[in-house]
């Protein structure tokens, strides 16, 4: 434990619940591709609290208090903030378990979908809100989407996966799709204003006891509600059969979070915004592995592909899409042969 932490711990005990002559053990925790450590804090063999570090890499590490503390002011199951020290950069919250949405992502349907449904319903909420409330609270935000930041989602895409992992220059791909990337953008953007979590995937999502909790929540911003529920349910992490997601789909429209909006146009639009996101998704396995190091984000490629196809036949016709995606998989297959080295 670093000089600081110790000095952090020293200064909130009483924050945690614990005597000043507690022993304390920590306990650390991979997760993710941020900046960001976490080590699980144990006394007396009970976990107690998780203590966050964030870096200053990324600006919305520091957004990550007020808008917990918003999220749980209105009803969103986020962890509690039990004490912060932003000139330190160290934040102890509330520990919600250890077992995520991934983690049950063998089990068999009739298990998972139950998490789901709750997880929609506690999304709703925030969907619900007046996008416009968290600046009027003061609570700080990234940008929301705009065309610059979905076409800076799809440059991601292009260089980072398609040349970086898939070898197929990222000016001539830009070429067949750059129309269809621009008509996405725009569909997106005529939807309705809502306030998202931006990273809505299993591993953001912690399960316990039959509830559900939401984590990595810094990035929230307005965007629109369907990059959220594209973001769960075409989640490359974990398989879901179509008529699954479909399943999921008609809970949230049932829910009434897109205002009344037509099921077959609700439908489209998550497919839309699919694309969108599995765009930005591929990007960031590539990015993370080829160039962070991360090899592991490498076994997500073929299943993140998958559902970039399926999203591309649900949102189509998208001709250049659909044939870049073609493209890309005869080189993942060539990849994963041995036949592409790069």
């Given at each position: 434990m670093s000089a600081r932490a110790k000095t952090f711990l020293e200064e909130t005990l009483g924050a945690l619940?614990?005597?000043?002559?507690?022993?304390?053990?920590f306990e650390p925790i991979d997760k993710g591709g941020s900046d960001r450590t976490f080590q699980r804090?144990?006394?007396?063999?009970?976990?107690?609290?998780?203590?966050?570090?964030?870096?200053?890499?990324?600006?919305?590490?520091?957004?990550?208090v007020g808008i917990g503390r918003y999220l749980e002011g209105i009803g969103v199951p986020v962890p509690r903030i039990l004490a912060c020290d932003e000139g330190r950069r160290l934040v102890w919250l509330e520990d919600l378990g250890s077992t995520d949405l991934h983690s049950v992502a063998g089990g068999s349907w009739e298990v998972r979908a139950p998490?789901?449904?709750?997880?929609?319903?506690?999304?709703?909420?925030?969907?619900?809100?007046?996008?416009?409330?968290?600046?009027?609270?003061g609570v700080g935000l990234s940008?929301?989407?705009?065309a610059r930041l979905y076409?800076?989602?799809?440059?991601?895409?292009?260089?980072?996966?398609?040349?970086?992992?898939?070898?197929?220059?990222a000016s001539e791909a830009r070429t067949g799709v750059e129309g269809?990337?621009?008509?996405?953008?725009?569909?997106?953007?005529?939807?309705?204003a809502a306030?998202?979590?931006?990273?809505?995937?299993?591993?953001?999502?912690?399960?316990?006891?039959?509830?559900?909790?939401?984590?990595?929540?810094?990035?929230?911003?307005i965007g629109t509600a369907y990059y959220d529920l594209a973001s769960l349910l075409f989640d490359p992490y974990v398989p879901m059969a179509v008529g699954h997601r479909d399943e999921m789909l008609r809970l949230y429209h049932g829910l009434g979070g897109v205002g009344g909006v037509p099921?077959?146009?609700?439908h489209r639009l998550v497919q839309v915004a699919g694309c969108q996101r599995l765009m930005q998704a591929l990007g960031a396995y590539g990015f993370l592995s080829l160039v962070k190091g991360r090899a592991a984000f490498l076994a997500h490629l073929p299943r993140g592909l998958e559902r970039l196809a399926e999203a591309v036949e649900g949102a189509g016709p998208l001709p250049g899409m659909s044939s870049l995606v073609g493209r890309c998989a005869e080189a993942l297959a060539a990849r994963g042969s041995g036949r592409n080295d790069r």
């Open positions: 619940g614990l005597a000043e002559d507690a022993a304390v053990a804090v144990v006394v007396g063999g009970r976990a107690v609290a998780i203590l966050m570090h964030y870096g200053t890499d990324r600006e919305e590490n520091r957004l990550f998490f789901y449904g709750r997880v929609l319903e506690a999304i709703s909420v925030l969907h619900g809100r007046d996008p416009r409330e968290p600046s009027a609270l940008p929301g989407f705009d076409h800076w989602e799809h440059e991601y895409f292009l260089e980072n996966f398609v040349e970086r992992v898939c070898g197929i220059p269809e990337c621009r008509s996405i953008a725009a569909e997106l953007l005529g939807a309705p306030l998202i979590h931006r990273d809505f995937q299993s591993q953001n999502i912690m399960v316990r006891e039959g509830s559900v909790g939401f984590v990595d929540f810094q990035g929230m911003r099921w077959e146009v609700f």
